[in-house]
């Protein structure tokens, strides 16, 4: 890989990390809204719960192997 693809694939993971962490928090400010007697504790145990969660894939959706 050269340097201008290297350089590419760089700034995409950074965007896609940026954008991870500001959904993390969109969930975490929402999180707080919708639990308004919530401490900052709980709001943060209710973020990892939502963070662990496995929910099955939707209908139709076929999951494919991750290239070797």
Same mark, same amino acid.
């Given at each position: 890989?050269?340097? &201008?693809? $290297?350089? %590419?694939? @760089?700034?995409?993971?950074?965007? #896609? *990390?940026?954008?991870? %962490? %500001?959904?993390?928090?969109?969930?975490? $400010?929402?999180?707080? +809204?919708?639990?308004?007697?919530? #401490?900052? &504790?709980?709001? @943060?145990?209710?973020? &990892? &719960?939502? *963070? +662990?969660?496995? @929910?099955?894939?939707?209908?139709?959706?076929? *999951? +494919?192997?991750?290239?070797?």
């Amino acid at each position: 890989m050269h340097d &201008a693809s $290297l350089q %590419a694939c @760089e700034r995409r993971l950074k965007l #896609t *990390l940026e954008m991870m %962490a %500001a959904g993390i928090e969109m969930t975490r $400010l929402s999180l707080a +809204r919708r639990h308004p007697e919530a #401490t900052p &504790a709980e709001v @943060e145990a209710m973020l &990892a &719960a939502w *963070l +662990r969660r496995v @929910e099955p894939p939707p209908p139709g959706f076929r *999951l +494919r192997p991750l290239p070797q």
